[in-house]
Nanobody
Framework: VQLQASGGGLVQAGGSLRLSCTAT????????MGWFRQAPGKEREFVAA????????YYSDSVKGRFTISRDDAENTVYLQMNSLKPEDTAVYYC?????????????????WGQGTQVTVSS
């Protein structure tokens, strides 16, 4: 599976953005998908994940209640709706996927990664 992330940009604090991650490959529909982010000088951190068929979602505490992950398997796309954005959400956002995952919040569990999309939130 190959992943292509898009939708990043510059937004004011309190605003919203929706990131998209489009997959190519026959097995996408059985993939568990996740979003991670990496700010300058920091390690890559978990943001959100969704099991195949969307049966379960996971969120980091820092985005819970503000971000929503969803998937449209007919479009081979997973989304990250980000509301009430804060300057500390500024980072490069990456989508990732893998068929079998034991820990959705562990980046080492994923074997397919998109190229990243920049999100900048101004105060």
């Amino acid at each position: 599976v190959q992943l292509q992330a898009s939708g990043g940009g510059l937004v004011q604090a309190g605003g919203s953005l929706r990131l998209s991650c489009t997959a190519t490959g026959r097995t996408y529909k059985t993939y568990n998908m996740g979003w991670f982010r990496q700010a300058p000088g920091k390690e890559r951190e978990f943001v959100a994940a969704i099991r195949w068929r969307g049966v379960r979602t996971y969120y980091s505490d820092s985005v819970k209640g503000r971000f929503t992950i969803s998937r449209d398997d007919a479009e081979n796309t997973v989304y990250l709706q980000m509301n009430s954005l804060k300057p500390e959400d500024t980072a490069v956002y990456y989508c990732a996927g893998r068929q079998y995952i034991s820990n959705p919040s562990d980046p080492n569990d994923y074997d397919s990664w998109g190229q990243g999309t920049q999100v900048t939130v101004s105060s």
